[in-house]
């Protein structure tokens, strides 16, 4: 069974998918190989190149990638995932502090009152990574990055995680025409208490 989702590795998608791949018990049997884009990835599982996709639904392309569904790649799949811890990292050596790279996503986490410049790029690896090689004086990247590299980095500030929607995608339409749904879900529970 191979899996497919969003590189470079470290990334959050790589983080989140083989979360998900423990939780069904598949780390040692499932492949997963990263993908440069989610149309790449969509079209090796519709070519059955691979089987499955994971992908944050908050990602970009994730409103082309379920209109996929129109040409055989369906939803089958969906749950909830923290996300790596997020920090606002500085290099030790940075000149100019005024201008924050960040994925555009993730630009409600922050004060941008605070940040006279922002510089958008296209994911948080890059961001950290970028940050890390010099690319970028601060950026909205990954917290490890700072505990990784504390000769080049610190966290100028934490911001932590949040909980993301994920969608799986395969060939096999799951869904009947109903509402696929999990009646003791924790959000179930939380109705059935009037909360």
Known sequence: MRFLTLGPAGSNHEFVTR????????????ILDLVSDFERGADAVLRGEADFMIQCAVHPAAVSTVAKCFVGLHLIDTFISPSQDLAILQRHDAAQRTSLALMRPTLPYIDRRQWPQIEFVETVAEVTQGVRDGKYAVGLGYAWAAEKHPELLHVRQFIGTVDDAWMVYGRTRVSTGELSAWRDSPAALLYRRGA
Not at 19 to 30: E, N, S, V
Request: no cysteine; charged share 35%; net charge neutral.
């Open 19 to 30: 979360r998900y791949l423990d939780f069904h018990g598949l780390r040692d049997t499932a």
